[in-house]
């Protein structure tokens, strides 16, 4: 199960113990406000991804107007997101811009 995910492109199953049984999740979009709070983001960041989501991409200078922070500010916060597996920085110099990473444990 958990290899057919990850070739979908989806992100891998949540197995849980629960109530006295055994319970599994399955998600087709990780990019959701709810797990990502669990993924220990800031607010900031959290919607930086949501914003990714809703128009693809996002460039350094939107997350600074969507944020409020300074230029180094941005890059280190997004710089946590792309290490953290969420988004993927493409392109180079002034077209610097970041998009989802579609294939998420």
């Not at 800031?42 to 919607?47: F, G, L």
């Amino acid at each position: 199960m958990v290899e057919e995910m990850k070739k979908a492109g989806l992100p891998e199953p949540e197995f849980k113990e629960e109530m006295g049984g055994f319970s599994v999740y399955l998600y087709k979009d990780i990019y959701t406000e709810d797990r990502l709070i669990e993924l220990g983001l800031s607010e900031r960041q959290i919607a930086g991804v949501l914003q990714t989501k809703k128009h693809g991409h996002i460039t350094n200078k939107k997350y600074r107007e969507l944020a409020g922070l300074s230029d180094e500010g941005a890059r280190t916060d997004l710089g946590d997101l792309v290490r953290r597996s969420l988004l993927e920085r493409q392109g180079k110099g002034r077209s610097v811009h970041y998009v989802l990473v579609r294939r998420q444990s």
